[in-house]
């Protein structure tokens, strides 16, 4: 029976909701975890001795692990259960924050940042996902847009932890509390949301659609019981069953070659095309580099820091709006919206810092007016990337693939999506000392302006469409 607003009595949107924002505290710790190297460069460098391109790799090593997690995430999650992977994710969120805080030298912290980069990657793939597998198809959308909002949350608890422990401490490499450097304790801020993650997931039930995936058919009903009604679970369990492999052979990567061409289905490559358009437009060198760049053309330490909030509020609006949008407009829409946007302001940066000269140290000069304008378009370009493809992407993975191919599905593009991240992550310090920041930004600018070819001619819409309706 529905209500008169179209929406279904018998489910509890309530615990519905509950749920997904523990899941969503993997988000929280995926922008946390991203965001609080912005702060930690400098100290990063002075600590290890280290050049432009070791540096970058300090940077960059956490998604090396994150490409890792999020392949080997989508498939453990097919055998040991979602929940099962989203707790041992936290467990290595813990481990990462304490470990690299504690680092004394390049290779050690490489490695706790591997592992929380594990962390970051399977969290990134499983969060949505999980939403998305308990999630009802009408509010779906919103629910799953609520990941993209704890990611920027946690960017901006990051970046107002780094700005408050800089400035108490003077500047992030000075000393500060128990004697260790400010650059430390930004690390280490982290331990208290991991440890709730760890706690809050001990709470929550697994995947029903993993569960009958897995022939636990019974506790599927009983999860589904409690989301949906006692009525709509028996149908939902012979639903979902329907929707997998005719022989009902547990889900593997064969599943994503299709049967009858022998070919990779098409819907794998639209997963990785989004995954990848993604990054190729040049975000995490924001989020990543964010205090470096301002910097780079003439704001102090302390400035490029307050800017980085001030990009971080801008993210969460934008998610705000997306949440109002996504279930009614569509997420198509959204996407090529947000590619059009992102080219054009993404231009007018590259012409900003094409103005630019350099002084006698071999730092980049801009007049008021180019600085301006290079400020207010990166943080227009920010407003698009979270305002559409930020959450629309993680959105449709979690949501496009059938159930029989969503772990192995999202296995391949979140490898890619991770990939492409380390690539631009690792190049950016790199083109900064070459062909400078306005040949950089050109870059970036024209995989935005391709994106919006790629959304019109492969990326179907999703909205409203139930799971064990996709079609791969």
Known sequence: MNSPAGQPKDHNLLLITLI????????????????VINGTVDGLQSAFNSDSVGTGFNVASMLLGCAVGAFFAGRLADTYGRRTVLIVAALFFIISAWGSGVSTGSLQFVIYRVLGGLAVGAASVMSPAYISEIAPAHIRGRLTTIQQIAIITGLFVAFISNYSLAQSAGVSTAEFWLGYQAWRWMFWMELI??????????????????????????RARGVLARLVGEQRADVKVVEIDASLAADHHRPKFSDLIDKTTGKVRKIVWV????????????????????????QAVGFSEGDALLINIVSGGISIVACVITILLIDKIGRKPLLWIGSAGMTVSLALVAVAFSTGTLDAQGDLQLSDNMGVLALVAANVYVFFFNGTWGPVMWVMLGEMFPNQIRGSGLAVSGLFQWGSNFGITMTFPILLTSIGLAAAYGVYAFFAGVSVWFVLKFVHETRGVELEDMQG
């Open 20 to 35: 997904s924002i523990v899941a969503t505290i993997g988000g929280f710790l995926f922008g946390f975890d991203s965001g």
């Open 193 to 218: 949301p991991a440890t709730i993650f760890f706690v809050a997931l001990l709470a929550i039930p697994e995947s029903p659609r993993y569960l009958v995936a897995s022939g636990q058919k019974d």
């Open 271 to 294: 997963g990785i095309g989004l995954a990848t358009f993604q990054q190729l437009v040049g975000i995490n060198v924001i989020f990543y580099y964010g205090a470096v760049l301002w």
